[in-house]
């Protein structure tokens, strides 16, 4: 068994930069370094007072520690973890272009009055769940060892544990819309020959895959060369050229250079230095 140190270390960097983010806002929130709704979402102190950080940091906001909040947290462990190590492999860019599209369309759906939240970090949690639905859909899920179902039914399985227990189905609804939207334009509307697909922008670099040798590395100019004579051709790499000697031509002391090599400089006759 590896210990509390290895497991940490083992985990994907996406997922546990999250699950770390939002211990630490209520590890703070309960030694009462802050006041909640500093950080909470508010379109009208973003724009007025331009506080851009709540654009943000109401996603690292999970509540107080609770019980609810060791289930999100377990959740990211669990099922975030289970993407990046998998259909996320060597893709680090798109899974966290997954939770920043995610988190794009949360803030917009947010924009109506009627979906406003002030913290929509379990929006987030419960986007990660369907989406790892959708790619996991054949896995088994066993709740507390009685309730055993697939994969693809943990969304509205959790929505239904949610609505028994009272807690607000809102967050719920609306992240598992991200997901859907995220999931349709990156894997369902491609199948479908649609033409729009959803990429990582390209400033997304992918930390943990393998870099491919470059065929042109080492090669400082590539171009072409010309010859002294008007023509062309495509520049290779220098070879070692072994000069002819000299040869006399005339039985008078007169000697003619020549050269076998192509892209002689200079070609012409030579005299002895004895010769008048």
Same mark, same amino acid.
């Given at each position: 068994?590896?210990?509390?140190?290895?497991?940490?270390?083992?985990?994907?960097?996406?997922?546990?930069?999250?699950?770390?983010?939002?211990?630490?806002?209520?590890?703070?929130?309960?030694?009462?370094?802050?006041?909640?709704?500093?950080?909470?979402?508010?379109?009208?102190?973003?724009?007025?007072?331009?506080?851009?950080?709540?654009?943000?940091?109401?996603?690292?906001?999970?509540?107080?520690?609770?019980?609810?909040?060791?289930?999100?947290?377990?959740?990211?462990?669990?099922?975030?973890?289970?993407?990046?190590?998998?259909?996320?492999?060597? +893709?680090?860019?798109?899974?966290?272009?997954?939770?920043?599209? #995610?988190?794009?369309?949360?803030?917009?759906?947010?924009?109506?009055?009627?979906?406003?939240?002030?913290?929509?970090?379990?929006?987030?949690?419960?986007?990660?769940?369907?989406?790892?639905? +959708?790619?996991?859909?054949?896995?088994?899920?066993?709740?507390?060892?009685?309730?055993?179902?697939?994969?693809?039914?943990?969304?509205?399985?959790?929505?239904?544990?949610?609505?028994?227990?009272?807690?607000?189905?809102?967050?719920?609804?609306?992240?598992?819309?991200?997901?859907?939207?995220?999931?349709?334009?990156?894997?369902?509307?491609?199948?479908?020959? #649609?033409?729009?697909?959803?990429?990582?922008?390209?400033?997304?670099?992918?930390?943990?895959?393998?870099?491919?040798?470059?065929?042109?590395? #080492?090669?400082?100019? +590539?171009?072409?060369?010309?010859?002294?004579?008007?023509?062309?051709?495509?520049?290779?790499?220098?070879?070692?050229?072994?000069?002819?000697?000299?040869?006399?031509?005339?039985?008078? #002391?007169?000697?003619?250079?020549?050269?076998?090599?192509?892209?002689?400089?200079?070609?012409?006759?030579?005299? +002895?230095?004895?010769?008048?």
């Amino acid at each position: 068994m590896s210990t509390p140190g290895e497991y940490y270390r083992s985990l994907p960097p996406v997922s546990k930069t999250y699950g770390v983010g939002c211990f630490m806002f209520a590890a703070a929130l309960y030694f009462q370094l802050y006041n909640p709704w500093n950080i909470a979402l508010d379109y009208g102190l973003v724009i007025k007072r331009f506080q851009v950080w709540r654009l943000v940091t109401n996603f690292f906001f999970l509540g107080p520690f609770s019980f609810p909040f060791a289930c999100d947290l377990i959740m990211i462990a669990r099922y975030g973890v289970a993407l990046e190590r998998g259909p996320f492999d060597k +893709r680090t860019a798109d899974f966290l272009w997954m939770l920043m599209f #995610g988190a794009l369309s949360l803030l917009a759906m947010a924009a109506v009055p009627y979906l406003w939240s002030p913290f929509m970090g379990t929006s987030v949690v419960f986007m990660i769940v369907y989406v790892w639905s +959708r790619e996991f859909p054949n896995s088994r899920v066993n709740i507390a060892g009685v309730v055993s179902f697939k994969g693809f039914y943990l969304p509205y399985v959790l929505l239904t544990l949610d609505l028994m227990f009272g807690v607000p189905l809102k967050p719920d609804i609306m992240g598992m819309v991200a997901g859907h939207l995220y999931y349709f334009l990156t894997v369902l509307h491609p199948l479908s020959g #649609g033409k729009f697909t959803l990429k990582t922008p390209l400033w997304g670099i992918q930390v943990n895959s393998p870099v491919e040798r470059n065929p042109q590395a #080492g090669v400082a100019f +590539r171009g072409r060369s010309f010859r002294l004579n008007g023509s062309t051709r495509t520049s290779t790499p220098v070879q070692p050229q072994t000069s002819t000697p000299v040869q006399p031509q005339t039985s008078s #002391g007169t000697t003619t250079t020549t050269q076998q090599a192509d892209g002689v400089a200079f070609r012409g006759t030579g005299r +002895r230095l004895n010769d008048p």
